[in-house]
């Protein structure tokens, strides 16, 4: 069974940087398209950034592009999100998400994903 799970979210003040690591177990990370979400309470779930099938990422939303990015150590099975020049509006709750690569490229859509974490806390102050 897969299972994936975030770690790593904490308080930073703005223009700070976190990384959020998502541990993968039950099946090879290069088998899986992964992608982050994040949610702040009274909105939607959003894609931050996500990988295509083949690791190369395909998607960054406008409010971090330049600023977060994500990357992958597959021998690890880990998946990672850097976060620099943080704002208050990143404050959220962070999520990994992952799904079988298989007949998939890539999505920023929610629904197209079947593993999920329990979500970690970022918190940045002004």
């Known amino acids: 069974q897969v299972q994936v799970a975030e770690s790593g979210g904490g308080l930073a003040q703005t223009g700070g940087s976190l990384r959020l690591s998502c541990a993968a177990s039950?099946?090879?990370?290069?088998?899986?398209?992964v992608a982050w979400f994040r949610q702040s309470p009274g909105k939607e779930r959003e894609c931050v950034v996500a990988f295509n099938k083949v690791g190369v990422t395909a998607y960054t939303a406008d409010s971090v592009k330049g600023r977060f990015t994500i990357s992958k150590d597959n021998p690890k099975n880990m998946a990672y999100l850097q976060m620099n020049n943080l704002k208050p509006e990143d404050t959220a709750v962070y999520y990994c998400a992952a799904r079988s690569a298989y007949g998939f490229i890539w999505s920023n859509h929610s629904h197209d994903y079947t593993y999920w974490g329990q979500g970690t806390q970022v918190t940045v102050s002004s």
């Open positions: 039950g099946r090879n990370l290069n088998s899986l398209v």
